[in-house]
Antibody, heavy 120, light 113 residues
Framework: QVTLKESGPALVKPTQTLTLTCTFS??????????VSWIRQPPGKALEWLGR???????FYSTSLKTRLTISKDTSKNQVVLTMTNMDPVDTATYYC????????????WGLGALVTVSS | QSALTQPASVSGSPGQSITISCSGT?????????VSWYQQYPGKAPKLMIY???KRPSGVSYRFSGSKSGNTASLTISGLQAEDEADYYC?????????????FGGGTKLTVL
């Protein structure tokens, strides 16, 4: 059974750095082809893809956010970590992690999401 | 502004069929057979409904179907049921010579009258 769960602070101040952790089970990021993405959704707005980390530690980031994003993994803990610097109120959103199955181009399992509010 | 264009809302009566469109460009929807659709209830995580334009994951009702023509993809729900009332998002894979990404539509709120 595949599950993913996001965790991290619910509130961050402007200019601070956000760190979110995605803890997953039912699959391994050591498995050839497995990838995990981060996706966010501002309140009442559309989904936005942020980035992806692959089983071989390859990484891809949204062009518009790549200077602020870092995605890393700890395969021993079954975790993927998202770091976003210089947070702004417009970054207020629910942040999701989601799995991409090997050689596929869709997100088959999603976490429940973590709402992050950016406010002083 | 979202990369893919969806109608903000659609509605239909129980038993009817509705179609949600998703317009992109030749760089995303038109360029790859990798359009997917997600259903989202308020406060819940998105759920995969259609992948690779027209394939249904195991467990998804046959009433959901997908198609694509040129740069526009479509999700059709037949035999509308009250439980289908939700937000629906399309997504497409896209890539350049140096990177990959996914783009989403703005979402369509389906109301079952």
């Amino acid at each position: 059974q595949v599950t993913l769960k996001e965790s991290g602070p619910a509130l961050v101040k402007p200019t601070q750095t956000l760190t979110l952790t995605c803890t997953f089970s039912g699959f391994s990021l050591n498995t050839n082809g497995v990838r995990v993405s981060w996706i966010r959704q501002p309140p009442g707005k559309a989904l936005e893809w942020l980035g992806r980390i692959d089983w071989d530690d390859d990484k891809f980031y949204s062009t518009s956010l790549k200077t602020r994003l870092t995605i890393s993994k700890d395969t021993s803990k079954n975790q993927v970590v998202l770091t976003m610097t210089n947070m702004d109120p417009v970054d207020t959103a629910t942040y999701y992690c989601a799995r991409l199955p090997p050689a596929e181009y869709f997100f088959d399992y999603w976490g429940l999401g973590a709402l992050v509010t950016v406010s002083s | 502004q979202s990369a893919l264009t969806q109608p903000a809302s659609v509605s239909g009566s129980p038993g009817q069929s509705i179609t949600i469109s998703c317009s992109g460009t030749s760089s995303d929807v038109g360029g790859y057979p990798y359009v997917s659709w997600y259903q989202q209830y308020p406060g819940k995580a998105p759920k995969l409904m259609i992948y690779d334009v027209s394939k249904r994951p195991s467990g998804v009702s046959y009433r959901f179907s997908g198609s694509k023509s040129g740069n526009t993809a479509s999700l059709t729900i037949s035999g509308l049921q009250a439980e289908d009332e939700a937000d629906y998002y399309c997504s497409s894979y896209t890539s350049t010579s140096t990177s990959v990404s996914w783009v989403f539509g703005g979402g369509t709120k389906l109301t079952v009258l």
